[in-house]
């Protein structure tokens, strides 16, 4: 898995899972941290479908890392003025 890409879309491009070979829309973001190496402002975003976002979480709460999950849409909401 490739743990350090960054979500980056074009606007109005579907937005696809973060899960390696996963190619379904993402309805969910999961924003996390490593203290070890991020910030403590700093955030990590990835994108998740349905069937990945509960992997893709308690992969990143197994490390013991700050861990949370937004729905793409109230994210998406508000980015909008
Ligand atoms: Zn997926």
Redesign the pocket.
Known sequence: MSAETTAAQAPGAPVV?S?AG?R?EARWQVVWRNPRIHEASRRKIWT??D??VAYLRDYLAARDFPVEVVALSDAAAEARP
């Open positions: 899972c899960r996963c379904a998740a479908c069937a990945h």
